[in-house]
């Protein structure tokens, strides 16, 4: 038997083992054409027509040109390098519309050793989405999606996550997805507020109390540590405990074994840690301030979450699916000019002071439209020449469009300067004008 005809029995046989697997899978070459896709990747993005000989970048992003070429990553181009497996987050068109998913892609060797395949696992990534009328974490700039990956990799294993983000970025929200992307998902989320706690009520709430422990403990109380049995225990504001009450939670963490208030008999915890805290931790244990072995502890897997200020690309997107939420009955739509205010704010507050924004704003306008004036304290210092000058009510998406092409005709501005201002990486700020010009 030739070689040809070796090379078409192993490609033969290698198409017929992926599409008895149920997890959607493609084959591809050097040159990311695809050489064959399972059943499970047709149905998941919706496929009737021939797939082989198209370009991965093609059917997945309606790209021309690779990922990389386009602001991505391209896990192929990056495997092709290193010689070994790729794993990255990226946003695919599907039937439903766009759509996060994990992209593991391996590498296959032939007799000689070299590379003569590629096989792209691709898995739908159910805690977040990229469409405004989702309830869940939504978004789809570089930023957010790097917190994605992480919380991709982070949640299956049971390492204890550090969630370390600004007021208002959504912590308990991340700590939800750590949770419901993990192995103990059937089980309970529990989440206490460390701030404040007392040392008799951090102990009371976390450990429980048996009857009699004090005056007023008619009963015996389960703690959430016990309540968070097969499940997550998520500690908001653990920056906020307590020097005194840091060995408690320490003690807990590193023996797995815990004492009601008043009991004697140790129990046994179990349960997956995960802290949040907006303070710096690295500055106060060098403060002394908080136990540096408690940090080491509860540092495992650190995840930053980015402020609205860095992901302003999101902002549009964000803010359509925070006004589904905050006036469902009404179909509110934001006034270019009023996008131009809000792009150009800082947001202190971040998503959760966007949402009291936008909540405000839906009470003070009487239509379905959103103006500039329904935004006082953000738009009333703003001159009219800063906002966009797109007219009429028009799709969010069409708004960051006309406003991406506005903002490129400014004078006397960089694409670097641009890309900072508009909190974007210059690589997607090109894949964003690149796709325009596309469509022009």
């Known amino acids: 038997m030739n070689e040809r005809a070796m090379a078409s029995d192993s490609l033969i046989a290698l198409t017929s083992y992926l599409d008895a697997l149920p997890e959607p899978r493609i084959l591809l070459d050097g040159q990311y054409r695809i050489l064959a896709a399972n059943a499970a990747y047709r149905r998941e ?10 370009r991965c970048f093609e059917v997945s992003h309606h790209f021309t040109r690779p990922c990389d070429e386009m602001g991505e990553s391209c896990p192929l181009r990056a495997s092709h390098r290193s010689g070994g ?21 391996t590498p296959l060797r032939g007799a000689t050793g070299e590379i003569e395949y590629y096989v792209e696992l691709i898995s739908p990534v159910r805690d977040a989405s990229a469409r405004p009328e989702s309830q869940m974490m939504v978004g789809r700039s570089r930023a957010f999606n790097q917190m994605l990956s992480l919380i991709g990799r982070v949640a299956p294993s049971d390492a204890a996550v550090l969630l370390l983000g600004e007021s208002g970025t959504g912590k308990e929200m991340v ?3 750590v949770h419901e992307a993990s192995a103990r998902a059937a089980g309970p989320f529990v989440a206490i507020d460390c701030s404040g706690l007392t040392e008799s009520l951090f102990e009371s709430e976390l450990f429980g109390y048996e009857k009699g422990a004090f005056t007023g403990a008619a009963r015996r109380k389960p703690g959430l540590v016990e309540i968070a049995a097969g499940g997550t225990l998520f500690l908001d504001e653990v920056g906020d405990i307590p020097l005194a009450l840091q060995v408690k939670l320490l003690r807990l963490l590193e023996t797995g074994t815990y004492r009601r208030v008043g009991g004697l008999e140790p ?22 301030t908080f136990r540096k072995d408690l940090y080491y502890r509860i540092s495992t897997f650190p995840i930053r979450l980015p402020p609205l200020r860095e992901r302003l690309e999101d902002l549009p997107l964000l803010a359509e699916a925070l006004l589904k939420r905050v006036s469902p009955a009404r179909e509110m739509q934001l006034h270019p000019d009023a996008l131009g205010c809000l792009v150009g704010y800082d947001f202190p507050g971040n998503i959760r002071e966007l949402r009291n924004v936008l909540e405000r704003a839906c009470l003070l306008a009487d239509g379905s439209l959103i103006l500039p004036e329904h935004l006082p304290g953000i738009c009333a210092e703003r001159a009219p020449a800063e906002l966009s000058p797109m007219g009429g009510v028009v799709p969010l998406a069409q708004m960051e469009d006309g406003y991406l092409r506005w903002a490129s005709r400014q004078p006397d501005i960089t694409r670097k300067e641009l890309a ?21």
């Open 267 to 288: 129990l046994r915890a179990d349960f997956r840690f995960v802290g949040a805290t907006h303070r710096d931790l690295v500055r106060m244990v060098a403060e002394e």
């Open 420 to 440: 900072a201002r508009l909190g974007l990486s210059e690589r997607t700020l090109f894949r964003k004008m690149a796709r325009l010009r596309n469509e022009e």
């Open 175 to 177: 700590a939800r997805a």
């Open 45 to 54: 993005f919706g496929l009737t027509g021939p797939v082989a000989g198209r």
């Open 85 to 105: 497996p790729q794993r990255v987050l990226h946003v695919h068109h599907t039937p439903r519309g766009e759509e996060h998913v994990d992209v593991e892609l």
